[in-house]
């Protein structure tokens, strides 16, 4: 079992930019794969990026692409989602989540075993 808990969230002006944070606690946090999703209101919830269980190797949607960096620190047990140049488009509810194994492109809801509450961010124009 992983318990995941994103922070970081907040309000930000359009071309802003915001860092949050995935702390898990529980089994080894390198075994897992974590990726990054977000919904919007009225809108399914979208994957954004992944990242390997070593942190070398991270993938992206084509929307974050180039705006958005993921990075891991094992040794505290926490990933990261860096947003730079954030749009109006980018405001939602986004959620970590963790699944045990190697494949790092993992990018549906169903290929992930545990998730965070999320973390609110809205982009103003």
């Known amino acids: 079992q992983v318990q995941l808990v994103e922070s970081g969230g907040g309000l930000v002006q359009a071309g802003g930019s915001l860092r949050l944070a995935c702390a898990a606690s529980?089994?080894?946090?390198?075994?897992?794969?974590v990726g990054w999703f977000r919904q919007a209101p009225g809108k399914e919830r979208e994957f954004v990026g992944v990242i390997s269980r070593s942190g070398g190797s991270t993938y992206y949607a084509d929307s974050v692409k180039g705006r958005f960096t993921i990075s891991r620190d094992n040794a505290k047990n926490t990933v990261y989602l860096q947003m730079n140049m954030l749009k109006p488009e980018d405001t939602a509810i986004y959620y970590c989540?963790?699944?045990?194994?190697?494949?790092?492109?993992?990018?549906?809801?169903?290929?992930?075993?545990?998730w965070g509450q999320g973390t609110q961010v809205t982009v103003s124009s």
């Open positions: 529980g089994r080894t946090f390198s075994n897992y794969v």
């Open positions: 989540a963790a699944r045990p194994g190697a494949l790092y492109t993992a990018t549906t809801r169903n290929e992930y075993d545990y």
